[in-house]
């Protein structure tokens, strides 16, 4: 069975390292990006099944993100974790931009990380196999 | 002829009339008879009239002559310098003592009121300028001030009530607040808190209010505060109404609020780093010695910039609230200089890039302090050195500008430059150059503690020129003396 794929978007090289080396150590593969634009053309290249991203960056915020991947049939099922270093909860329209399932907050732990994207890898499978299951059932 | 005299004279001749009249009455009821009838009385008459006039007019004269004196003595008490004294005969005393009292009576009187004139006068000026006063604190104020009587009519209003509710201050007085005021709901608070009738409670509503709402200036939000004036029986003699511009505070706030979240930001990256890698220390993640000592490095790194952040944040936020410790003494702006270079030049060279000095003729010494002056420029050729790319070059001088009597230090260096969009920002708390995020880490404060240090502490000028991809010159100025040492001078 191949690994699944994680992209890992975050301009600050510390971060993209330990989250790199916690997922790869659990078994995934892993992509990263410096920048939100540079987040979006991996995306649309790799077409990973799980993208984490920071929520501040240069160039393309982690929203932007989000909606520009959101606008792309390919990238829009994509789920996204988003991680920020603000002081303050995301807000409800936030939450609704593109595919985001989740937000943690900065400081964060990786092995939370790691519970978390398996969690939702495994609801995406979940999904279409049910899909899948219905298909072959019609 | 005085008064005396002629009474005198007449008296004697009244007195002749008489004893004639009586001296023919008797004749003629025989009682003297004789005597030859009317020659003989005429003769006693003229006896008797000469005999009483002989003793009467003397005392006429006399009689005059105090009467004058008692006149003269009346009239001299009308000086208030007078000291003349009046002993009056006998006769006249009753006289002369009831005038004196009645004088005495009058001084007191006239006393009297001219204290009360003079307290009138007193009370007079006191109150004009306690008016006065009261209308320089009154027009001096940022709040509006508006009074109106109970009829609703403004009695008085603040230059900044005219400019907030745009009327003219002149022409407002003595009109209807509903012919001046366009904002209805302000008339209606006004009223509804006059027809209340609650001298105790003060009102405070918040609303917003357009100085010109027909050429569309925008609202600006004002807490009003809202109260009844008593009047002398008591009762509601008007409405003080006070209106408070919010937009300042609320500015403020939100300056708050944004400081709070970006230094949020800025805490929680470091600590982010510093809780994942010890995390993952303890998960016994780490592959190998090599990679366990990277994560110790790491650790230690954001540590350390954890550290510099809260020290700057500490800095800025004393210098800011007016408590930091500032050591003022006579500092060589050169010593400052060749601190920084003996300091920097080590990781300069690591990266190729040379640190020059121009030495200035003369010794360059400002009266400022040490420490806080080298962190200034250690500060900016520590961010000339991180944004000088490989075999650039960094040109640190120092000279005086003798028009403003200041020492002014200027930093150019070779590197990326600024992008003019960033150049306005660059001094701002938690700014970064977003291109330049990558290239160097930094706390996005050095820059504004440098302008809070040569600004807000020493009363200096700092600033930057920068052409993208042409490097940039970054420079400041401190006065020679301290502007505060002058005053107290």
């Given at each position: 069975?191949?690994p699944k794929?994680?992209?890992?978007v ?7 390292q ?6 790869r150590?659990?078994?995934f593969e892993v992509i990263?990006a410096?920048?939100?634009e540079e987040g ?6 790799e077409?990973p ?12 915020t982690g929203?932007?993100?989000?909606q ?14 988003m991680l920020?270093a603000?002081?303050?909860?995301l ?12 937000v ?7 092995r939370?990380?790691?519970q ?13 196999q ?7 059932a019609? | 002829?005085?008064?005396g005299t002629?009474a005198s004279?007449?008296?004697v001749a009244?007195l002749?009339?008489?004893v004639?009249l009586l001296?023919?009455?008797?004749l003629r009821?025989?009682?003297?008879a004789?005597?030859g ?6 003769t ?7 005999i009483?006039?002989a003793a009467?007019?003397p005392?006429?004269i006399?009689s005059d002559?105090w009467?004058?004196?008692l ?5 001299s008490q009308?000086n ?12 006249l005393?009753p006289?002369a003592?009831?005038f004196t009292?009645a004088l005495e009576q009058?001084h007191v009187r006239e006393?009297q009121?001219s ?9 007079h ?6 008016r006065?006063q009261?209308?320089a604190v009154?027009?001096?104020?940022r709040?509006?001030v508006?009074?109106?009587n109970?009829f609703?009519?403004i009695v008085l209003a ?7 509710l745009g ?5 407002a007085v003595?009109?209807?607040i509903d012919r001046m ?7 209606r608070?006004?009223m509804?808190t006059r ?5 105790r409670?003060?009102r405070h509503v918040e609303?917003?209010?357009s100085?010109?709402p027909?050429h ?7 807490d009003i505060?809202?109260?009844c ?6 009762s509601?003699?008007?409405v ?5 511009d919010?937009?300042?505070e609320?500015?403020?706030?939100q ?5 709070v979240?970006k ?6 990256t ?6 994942a890698?010890?995390e993952?220390?303890?998960?016994g993640?780490?592959?190998d010695?090599?990679s366990?000592?990277e994560?110790?490095r ?6 350390d910039?954890?550290g510099r952040l ?7 936020s004393?210098i800011e609230?007016?408590i930091?410790q ?7 702006i050169?010593?400052s200089i060749?601190?920084?270079?003996q300091?920097l030049?080590?990781h300069?060279r690591?990266k190729g890039?040379s640190?020059h000095?121009k030495p ?5 010494c400002v009266?400022g302090?040490k420490?806080?002056l080298?962190q200034?420029v250690l500060?900016?050729v520590s ?6 790319p490989e075999?650039?070059r ?15 230090v ?6 990326l430059?600024i992008?003019p969009?960033?150049l306005p ?8 150059v ?5 290239i160097?880490?930094?706390?996005g404060?050095?820059?504004s503690?440098?302008?809070h240090?040569?600004?807000t502490?020493h ?7 920068s052409?993208l991809?042409m490097g ?5 100025s401190i006065?020679?003396?301290?502007a505060g040492s002058?005053a107290?001078a």
């Amino acid at each position: 069975m191949m690994p699944k794929r994680v992209l890992v978007v975050d301009d600050e090289a510390h971060i993209v390292q330990v989250v790199t080396l916690k997922l790869r150590n659990a078994g995934f593969e892993v992509i990263t990006a410096v920048d939100g634009e540079e987040g979006l053309e991996l995306a649309t290249r790799e077409r990973p099944d799980l993208i984490i991203t920071d929520f501040q960056m240069p160039y393309m915020t982690g929203l932007e993100l989000c909606q520009a991947l959101a606008k792309s049939p390919e990238t829009a099922e994509i789920p996204i974790l988003m991680l920020t270093a603000r002081g303050y909860a995301l807000d409800d329209d936030d939450l609704a931009t593109g595919n985001i399932k989740d937000v943690l907050s900065k400081p964060f732990s990786p092995r939370l990380i790691v519970q978390q994207v398996q969690g939702l890898l495994d609801d995406t499978d979940g999904d279409s196999q049910s899909a899948e299951t219905t298909s072959e059932a019609a | 002829m005085k008064v005396g005299t002629f009474a005198s004279l007449v008296l004697v001749a009244l007195l002749a009339l008489g004893v004639f009249l009586l001296l023919g009455v008797l004749l003629r009821l025989g009682f003297v008879a004789n005597m030859g009838p009317w020659s003989q009385a005429l003769t006693i008459s003229i006896i008797v009239a000469a005999i009483v006039g002989a003793a009467a007019v003397p005392l006429g004269i006399t009689s005059d002559r105090w009467l004058g004196r008692l006149r003269d003595y009346l009239s001299s008490q009308g000086n208030a310098d007078s000291t003349t004294a009046f002993c009056a005969p006998t006769w006249l005393r009753p006289v002369a003592d009831a005038f004196t009292q009645a004088l005495e009576q009058y001084h007191v009187r006239e006393q009297q009121l001219s204290n009360q004139l003079r307290e009138i006068e007193i009370s007079h000026h006191v109150s004009e300028a306690e008016r006065r006063q009261i209308e320089a604190v009154l027009h001096s104020l940022r709040d509006g001030v508006l009074v109106t009587n109970s009829f609703n009519e403004i009695v008085l209003a603040n230059e900044r009530t005219a400019e907030i509710l745009g009327f003219d201050v002149q022409k407002a007085v003595h009109q209807p607040i509903d012919r001046m005021i366009e904002n209805e709901a302000l008339c209606r608070m006004i009223m509804d808190t006059r027809d209340s009738g609650n001298t105790r409670d003060v009102r405070h509503v918040e609303h917003s209010i357009s100085s010109d709402p027909k050429h569309g200036e925008p609202e600006v939000a004002y807490d009003i505060t809202l109260a009844c004036v008593e009047d002398h029986k008591q009762s509601v003699g008007g409405v003080v109404t006070i209106l408070h511009d919010l937009s300042r505070e609320r500015e403020v706030s939100q300056m708050k609020s944004d400081f709070v979240s970006k230094a949020s930001h800025e805490l929680r990256t470091p600590l982010a780093s510093i809780r994942a890698y010890v995390e993952m220390l303890v998960d016994g993640e780490a592959e190998d010695e090599e990679s366990r000592q990277e994560f110790y490095r790491i650790i230690q790194d954001e540590t350390d910039r954890l550290g510099r952040l809260i020290d700057n944040m500490l800095n800025i936020s004393r210098i800011e609230a007016g408590i930091v410790q500032i050591e003022r003494e006579i500092v060589d702006i050169k010593q400052s200089i060749d601190r920084t270079v003996q300091t920097l030049d080590p990781h300069a060279r690591e990266k190729g890039i040379s640190l020059h000095t121009k030495p200035a003729a003369i010794d360059l010494c400002v009266e400022g302090d040490k420490d806080m002056l080298y962190q200034v420029v250690l500060n900016l050729v520590s961010n000339a050195v991180k944004y000088t790319p490989e075999g650039g070059r960094i040109t640190i001088s120092a000279d005086s500008d003798n028009l403003t009597r200041s020492v002014v230090v200027t930093i150019a260096d070779t590197g990326l430059g600024i992008p003019p969009d960033a150049l306005p920002k660059l001094f701002d708390k938690f700014y970064r150059v977003e291109n330049y995020k990558r290239i160097a880490k930094g706390t996005g404060l050095g820059l504004s503690l440098c302008k809070h240090i040569v600004e807000t502490v020493h009363h200096g000028q700092i600033g930057v020129e920068s052409k993208l991809g042409m490097g940039s010159r970054f420079w400041f100025s401190i006065p020679m003396r301290y502007a505060g040492s002058q005053a107290a001078a």
